[in-house]
């Protein structure tokens, strides 16, 4: 049996993935992310759109979110598991730096996980929320 930090199970790929977001380390986080990975924010969202390569989603996405907010961290609670999809249902909690209002928000990710990293990923979540904290 492999161990944590190198199970290529989707649940654990996942959760990798969530610990690197939170601790800001984008080298492991892009470890976890395939290739030719599809990643997708939410229609609706400030960064909606779909990104590809692990250093598009960082740079393109996570780099971005700590731009603009203090403390982005996707607080993971619950994983539902179907062969190489895993459904996390989670929360966001963040300071807009522009406006200084909070967030916590709830958000359902759909993971798909394939050879040990991610290849899609879409996001959902309450936007209107996101977008509230962001006006002044």
Known sequence: MSDFATSPA?????????LASAAGDLDALRATLAPDVEWTEMAGFPLAGTYRTPEG???????????EWESWTAHD??????GENVVVL????????ATRKPIDVRVAHHFTVRG?????????????????????
Do not use: C, H, S, W
């Open 10 to 18: 989707p649940a654990d790929v996942v959760r990798r993935q969530y």
């Open 57 to 67: 989603v960082t740079a393109d996405v996570m780099e971005k979110l700590a731009a």
């Open 77 to 82: 609670d619950t994983y539902v598991v179907d």
């Open 90 to 97: 989670a929360r966001y909690t963040a300071v807009n730096k």
């Open 116 to 136: 040990g990293a991610i290849v899609r990923f879409e996001q959902f979540t309450d936007t209107a929320l996101v977008l509230a904290a962001m006006t002044a």
